[in-house]
C-alpha cells in the first residue's frame, strides 16, 4: 500500500476501519476456497502437463485453513477488544498476529512461486487462466488488508 493509499484510509474510525477489513476477510475465504476448488479441477485436467503447478491445490487449502484461522482469531478476539474501548491490553495480541501475517505472507511468497507471478503458461486454457487471475486477486487483497492493520490500525494501540 503506498503512501497516499494509507493517508486514504488513516482518517478512518477504528469501527470504520474494521469494517473495511471485514470485507477483505470475507472476500479472502471466498477467492481461496473458490481457487482451491478450481486448482482441484484444472490440477486433474492438467496433472500431466509439465507446466501445471503440482500442489497448487494443496497449497491453497492449506492457505484458506490458516487465513480462515488466523482471521477468527482477530474477530473473536482483536477486534472485540478494540472496539471496546480496551486498546491499551493490545500490545501482546498484536504482535502475535504480527507474527502470523509474516507466516501468511511466507505463504503467498510460495504461491507467487508456484505459479511464476500468477503467469499461466501459453497452453493454459480458460479455467487455468481464470485460477491465476483469482490467485492474483486474493494477492493483492491481501497484501492491502495487511498494511491497514500494520500501517494504521494496529500503531493506534502500541
Known amino acids: 500500500m503506498s503512501s497516499s493509499a494509507a493517508r486514504r484510509f488513516s482518517h478512518l474510525s477504528d469501527s470504520e476501519l474494521i469494517g473495511l477489513i471485514r470485507g477483505y476477510h ?28 503440482a500442489g497448487l491445490a494443496e497449497l ?24 471496546s474501548g480496551e486498546g491499551a491490553m493490545l500490545r501482546q495480541p498484536i504482535a502475535a498476529l504480527g507474527t502470523e501475517h509474516d507466516d501468511l505472507q511466507d505463504g503467498l511468497e510460495r504461491l507467487v512461486r508456484l505459479t511464476r507471478d500468477y503467469t499461466p503458461p501459453a497452453e493454459a486454457c480458460a479455467s487455468w487462466r481464470r485460477l491465476y487471475e483469482l490467485c492474483r486477486k486474493y494477492d493483492e487483497e491481501f497484501r492491502e488488508h495487511v498494511q491497514l492493520e500494520e500501517r494504521i490500525l494496529f500503531p493506534r494501540f502500541l
Open 26 to 53: 470475507e472476500a479472502h475465504v471466498r477467492d481461496l476456497e473458490a481457487a482451491a476448488a478450481l486448482a482441484r479441477r484444472v490440477e486433474a485436467r492438467h496433472a500431466g502437463s509439465p507446466h501445471y503447478p
Open 60 to 83: 491453497l487449502a492449506r492457505m484458506a485453513e490458516s487465513v480462515g484461522s488466523h482471521q477468527h482469531r482477530e474477530e473473536a478476539v482483536l477486534f472485540p477488544i478494540i472496539l
